[in-house]
């Protein structure tokens, strides 16, 4: 486990409780020099983190921030599901908790159930060569490696592990979540979280596979007017009863790993029929989006397979693997 934390961890610890610190008492309780708590505090700013200066008082963290931690997160945890994990690491900072796994997955380094949180990430990414906005101090950011021995099993991964999330958000009391493919997590046609599946061969033909997730806890305002489609975060929608970071990651994992496990044996068909009650737009009329191509029709459902099924303006049936659906009004 990484426990490196920097001095910008360590202070964003200190404002987790959302009190007043004195600029003295967070010099003294880092070990630095005022000015030098004066520049972490810029840092904090420069990621998209407003802290206020209380006029003679020092400074206090308007929003949530829960750092994350092994004993918390570990007590949330089955049994089942942490003799499936062989490491649980945590970091404040990387790139990106998938980019982190799949080197470790091409250089031999990674293990089957290995699981990697950070705090933040300097470049989180998203599907379709999207960036995924990756502030510290409150959102998941999750990547877990398996090992498959055949490629064929990676059918309809994404959309088992996205009913495995939505059962892990209705556990933590959140109503209209919804699924929309191959793998947003929405709630009410607002994006709060995402799915990437990564995947690299092996040389006996089986494959290593990062599954990566992103889960918006809280966005602030700032930051969050980068994001191009219409999103939402736990905190705008639960307040204060949003469930604790810690928690919901051990749930998120206590769903995701024993799926991860059965998966090989049981596929996409034990997943299907879930995944369909949680299909938002079916029935809409949307677009999707293959690079250049925008492709119209009425999302009629998905295939055993996970296939996209859409109808034509002629009326007739296709079925699509890749791409990014819309609504056409928002198209
Ligand atoms: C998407 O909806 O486009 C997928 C977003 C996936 C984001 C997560 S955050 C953890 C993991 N690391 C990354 O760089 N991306 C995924």
């Not at 908790?97 to 293990?111: D, I, P, V, W």
């Not at 191959?182 to 607002?190: A, E, R």
């Not at 990651?249 to 024993?258: C, Q, S």
Request: proline share 5%; hydrophobic share 40%; net charge neutral.
């Amino acid at each position: 486990m990484n426990h490196a934390p920097n001095t910008r961890q360590r202070l964003l610890h200190l404002l987790s409780d959302n009190a007043i610190h004195s600029g003295r008492e967070l010099a003294e309780a880092l070990g630095l020099s005022r000015s030098a708590v004066w520049k972490s505090l810029q840092e904090l700013e420069k990621l998209g983190l407003s802290v206020h200066a209380v006029r003679g008082r020092g400074y206090r963290m308007p929003h949530p921030v829960e750092m994350l931690e092994p004993d918390s997160l570990n007590q949330h945890l089955h049994p089942a599901t942490r003799e499936r994990i062989s490491s649980l690491e945590i970091h404040p900072c990387l790139d990106s908790t998938n980019t982190y796994l799949m080197q470790r997955a091409r250089n031999g380094t990674g293990s089957c159930g290995q699981v990697c949180l950070a705090d933040s990430q300097g470049s989180g990414r998203g599907r379709m060569g999207r960036s995924w906005l990756s502030p510290p101090g409150a959102n998941i950011y999750l990547s877990v490696l398996w090992h498959f021995e055949d490629h064929a099993y990676l059918t309809g991964l994404s959309l088992a592990v996205g009913v495995a999330v939505a059962r892990a958000l209705v556990a933590s009391s959140l109503t209209e979540v919804n699924l929309k493919w191959p793998n947003d997590i929405l709630w009410q046609d607002h994006k709060l979280g995402g799915i990437l599946i990564e995947a690299t061969g092996t040389a006996h033909g089986g494959c290593q596979v990062v599954i990566g997730l992103g889960i918006n806890r809280y966005l602030p305002p700032q930051l969050a007017e980068r994001i191009d489609q219409a999103w939402i975060d736990l905190h705008r929608i639960q307040g204060r009863d949003m469930p604790a970071r810690n928690v919901l990651i051990a749930r998120i994992l206590n769903e995701m790993i024993p799926l991860l496990v059965s998966y090989p044996r049981q596929g996409l068909a034990a997943w299907l029929d879930e995944w369909k009650t949680l299909h938002h737009w079916k029935g809409r009329e949307v677009v999707l989006l293959q690079g250049e191509r925008h492709i119209r029709g009425i999302l009629q459902d998905i295939s055993d397979q996970g296939l996209l099924i859409l109808r034509s303006p002629d009326g007739t049936l296709h079925e699509y693997g890749s791409g990014d659906v819309r609504l056409q009004r928002s198209a």
